[in-house]
């Protein structure tokens, strides 16, 4: 049996092991794979498995693989393969739910500190000798903001929702939640559902998990960038068009986004024209809150496990 990977490296840099993928058939593994038919299709020969990360399996690319049965997505999302040819085709497709709910939700914390407590931007003084020339043991370079008694608004509540909810609790935060489903027995004197007009108004900090739909897109716009807070805090590590960037980097120059740390964009890679990047008070790191390397084995074990199901006519995590 013939197993391609399309996309490898993300997922495995050089420090976890194929080993148990090879041991179900003959691997051939791909870095990565150019995004354009004649690459994906060549990549893929007359492979039964294939695996994707980001790597597009469009209506045009899946009729002409035709050897192809199952495909695995390395990743929770799967939009990246047309799912209506696939289906049309006989194809059973699978993904990984849930393998990152405790790095995101960590580095969620991550971003929304270094916007708060400023240590890379102090560390940074440190080292270009602002502590050694200052004539006081302790300096400026930003306030620091307390998070305890601040209200932090979380839009989407699914696991990654729910951890960060946990963790803003243990920090003696008051969490605002809003999503398309309630949990009224996660409601506590700390936490509470409400609309997203309230969350907007009234959170200190915004933090959003919500999945990217026709409804969420650009749910961070130049209307309700304007009912928030002045100097509202913003950490997006869900989807990047999430948010319509322009009105976020226009608000983020005015001052009236006191900051915003984003994990993703719009367009990844980053494009040198978009505005974020040279926004004041932005952060911004490379889609990395998933790739803790405990994250990144359990996306292999459960990819590898999921084929394993599909061999034995009992497939997993199936999507539609």
């Known amino acids: 049996m013939k197993i391609v990977v399309l996309d490898g490296y993300t997922l495995n840099p050089g420090d976890l092991s194929w080993k148990a993928l090879q041991e179900l058939g003959e691997v051939s593994l791909f870095d990565r794979t150019p995004n354009n038919t004649s690459s994906i299709v060549s990549a893929v020969g007359e492979a039964e498995i294939i695996f994707t990360n980001k790597t597009v399996l469009s209506k045009e690319v899946l009729m002409q693989i035709p050897s192809v049965k199952y495909i695995g997505v390395l990743a929770t999302g799967y939009n990246v393969v047309d799912m209506k040819t696939a289906n049309e085709m006989g194809i059973t497709v699978t993904n990984v739910p849930g393998y990152s709910t405790n790095a995101v939700a960590q580095m969620t914390f991550a971003l929304l500190m270094e916007l708060t407590n400023k240590v890379g931007r102090y560390c940074i003084s440190v080292r270009s000798g602002d502590w050694i020339r200052s004539i006081d043991f302790s300096y400026n370079k930003g306030s620091i903001m307390e998070l305890h008694g601040k209200y932090l608004g979380i839009v989407g509540f699914g ?73 509202v805090l913003l950490v997006n590590t869900a989807r990047g068009e999430l948010i319509v960037e322009t009105d976020l980097a226009e608000a ?30 932005c952060i911004i790191t490379p889609h990395i809150a998933w790739a803790t390397k405990a994250s990144r084995e359990r996306l292999m074990n459960t990819a590898v496990d999921n084929l394993r199901a599909f061999l034995k006519g009992s497939p997993v995590h199936i999507v539609k």
Do not use: W, Y
Request: net charge neutral; proline share 5%; aromatic share 4%.
């Open 252 to 281: 983020l120059n005015s001052g009236k986004v006191g900051g915003a740390a984003l994990d993703v964009i719009s367009s990844e890679p980053m494009k040198k024209e978009n505005p974020l990047l040279n926004a004041k008070n």
């Open 159 to 231: 696991q990654i929702g729910r951890a960060v909810a946990e963790i803003a609790q243990a920090f003696g935060m008051k969490v605002l939640v809003h999503s398309n489903r309630k949990f009224p027995e996660k409601e506590t004197d700390s936490l509470r559902f409400t609309d997203p007009e309230e969350l907007f108004r009234t959170s200190d900090v915004i933090s959003l998990h919500c999945p990217l739909t026709e409804k969420t897109k650009g749910i961070i716009n130049k209307d309700s960038i304007n009912t928030m807070k002045d100097g």
